[in-house]
C-alpha cells in the first residue's frame, strides 16, 4: 500500500507543472511546487522613491543546477533513494523517491531575479503556496514555523492520504541575493525516527521547531 500512495504522490508532483527534463531518466516532468518567483516587495506608495532594481535573468545557470543536486551532499546517495530532477525557466527541481521507506524529498532552487528580502519571502510563503505544495494529499495540517538567524525557515505539517498518515518538513534557505533553496522530506508517521534522523542530517541547526 505504501508504494501505491508513494508511486500515486510522485506521478503528482511530475505531473503537476513543465519543465525541461536535464536528467537521463525518462522524460518525466516536476512541478512548479511554488508560483513564479516574485519581484520584491514594497509597501511604499510613492513609486517615484523607490530605486530601479538590478535584474538578473530568471534562467538558472550551470552553478544553479549543481548547487541543487550537491546541496544535500550523500545524504540520498544510496540504494534506498532514486534520484531525478529538471531545469525549468525560473528552477531547478530535484526529486528523491524510496519505495522501500515510503517517503519522498525534493528540493527546488527558486531564483528571484530582481532580489528579496524577509517580508517577500513572508509573502511567497503563504496560505496558497501550501495548498499547491500539497495538493495532491487528502488533508494537510500546519504544525509550526520556525526560524533562525542564518537565514533558515522550517514549516511543518501533518499529511493525510488515503487514511495513512505522514509527517513533512519544508526548509527555506536563503542562499544567494537572488535565490533560495527548499527542500521538504515527508515520511509515514510510523516511521518518527527516521523522519527524525534525515531531518538533523539535512539541519543539523534547525531539525525541529
Known sequence: ??????????????????????????????????????????????????????????????DDINRALNFTGKIFENENWTRSYTVSADRVSVLWDSPSLGALAFLEVLIFPCGYEELDLDIF??????????????????????????????????????????????WSVNDTPTSIVTIQIIFPLESEILFDEFSYSLFPQLPEC
Not at 135 to 155: A, V
Open 1 to 62: 500500500m505504501k508504494r501505491f500512495l508513494l508511486a500515486f504522490m510522485i506521478l503528482f508532483l511530475m505531473t503537476a507543472c513543465g519543465g525541461n527534463n536535464a536528467s537521463d531518466l525518462p522524460t518525466a516532468e516536476l512541478p512548479a511546487q511554488l508560483p513564479p518567483s516574485p519581484e520584491p516587495f514594497s509597501s511604499s506608495p510613492n513609486q517615484a522613491d523607490i530605486p530601479t532594481p538590478v535584474c538578473i535573468s530568471p534562467e538558472p545557470t550551470q
Open 125 to 170: 510563503f503563504s496560505e496558497e503556496s501550501w495548498q499547491v505544495v500539497f495538493g495532491g494529499y487528502e488533508s494537510y495540517e500546519f504544525i509550526s514555523e520556525c526560524r533562525n538567524d542564518n537565514g533558515q525557515r522550517l514549516h511543518e505539517f501533518a499529511l493525510t492520504l488515503d487514511g495513512i498518515e505522514y509527517d513533512a518538513n519544508y
